[in-house]
Structures are given as C-alpha cells and as structure tokens.
C-alpha cells in the first residue's frame, strides 16, 4: 500500500515557474511507475508527464515539453514537477499518482496503469 500527498498549490502569474511536490509513503521499493496528470475545468485528465523507475525513462506531454521537468528525491521519497514558463492553459488540478511492477516503460504512459493516487493540487496560472 502506499499514501500519496501532494502540496505546494498555488497562483502564479504567466511566464512563471513553480514545483508541486508529492511525498510517497509505505511500500515504496517496488514502485515501477510515477506521474504527473492534471484536470482542467470542462476537459478529461490528461497525463502531463511520468517517469520509469527501473530505467529512469520519462515521458512528457507535447505541451509541456521544454517546459516541465519530473524529478525525484529517492532518499525522501518526493516526487517532483518543475513547471517553468507557465501558460494559463496549464491552470489545472494536478495529481500525482504510482503504480507497483509493470513490464515497459510505455505502460506509465496511461492512467490506468495507476494503482495509487494523491488527492490534487490546485496551481492556477493567470495574467
């Protein structure tokens, strides 16, 4: 079982950075998949970006390329997303989300593959 909490939800004005974190307890070793999705009002969760542990493979969504960046702290167990030049479509609830054991890395791409889920962070992006 693990427990996902994010924070550091804000307002942050266009052109901005910020970093959302999410602190992962329990069970933590097998952990294959980590990601970053968000929901924004009136469109579906979409996956912003996640990493591969076992080979350290990153995906990012097409809009966010260049600009967002997935890190984490192994020895905290903290997951991060470095989100620079902030546009106001990026304003969304975000979540982060781990999954135990999978094969590829393709597989942290969807969101099915997710067992394990924070409860959402606000950052809102205006002008």
């Known amino acids: 079982q693990l427990q996902l909490l994010e924070s550091g939800g804000g307002s942050v004005q266009v052109g901005g950075s910020w970093r959302p974190s999410c602190a992962i307890a329990g069970h933590t070793v097998n952990i294959n998949c980590m990601g970053w999705f968000r929901l924004a009002p009136w469109k579906e969760r979409e996956g912003v970006a996640s990493i591969y542990t076992p080979s350290n493979?990153?995906y990012y969504l097409n809009s966010v390329k260049g600009r967002f960046t997935i890190s984490q702290d192994n020895a905290k167990n903290i997951m991060y997303l470095r989100m620079d030049s902030l546009k106001p479509e990026d304003t969304a609830t975000y979540y982060c989300?781990?999954?135990?054991?999978?094969?590829?890395?393709?597989?942290?791409?969807?969101?099915?593959?997710?067992?394990?889920w924070g409860q959402g962070t606000q950052v809102t992006v205006s002008s």
């Open positions: 989300a781990a999954s135990g054991p999978r094969g590829v890395a393709a597989e942290c791409v969807t969101e099915n593959t997710y067992n394990y």
């Open positions: 493979s990153t």
